[in-house]
């Protein structure tokens, strides 16, 4: 098995794929949303799971954007 397949592979693999398992475009746009890549706007969704740079992002909630103001 090769662990570093070359791009080539990888597009043969991927357009085998496609023949074998070929879908409208409306099917792959509700295939997208129900995995939860795209919204229904199409909006990216993954960038919510993953960093700019494919960094894991942490489930933990983010800091306030607007820091908090001393109480008078």
């Known amino acids: 098995m090769n662990n570093n397949p070359s791009p080539r592979e990888l597009a043969d693999e ?22 939860g890549i795209i919204d229904r706007q199409g909006r990216v969704l993954v960038a919510k799971l993953f960093g700019t740079n494919g960094d894991h992002v ?8 607007t820091p908090n103001k001393p109480a008078n």
């Open 58 to 65: 942490s489930q933990s909630p983010a800091p306030s954007a």
């Open 14 to 35: 991927a357009l085998q794929a496609l023949r074998e398992a070929p879908m409208t475009p409306r099917e792959h746009f509700e295939f997208l949303i129900q995995q």
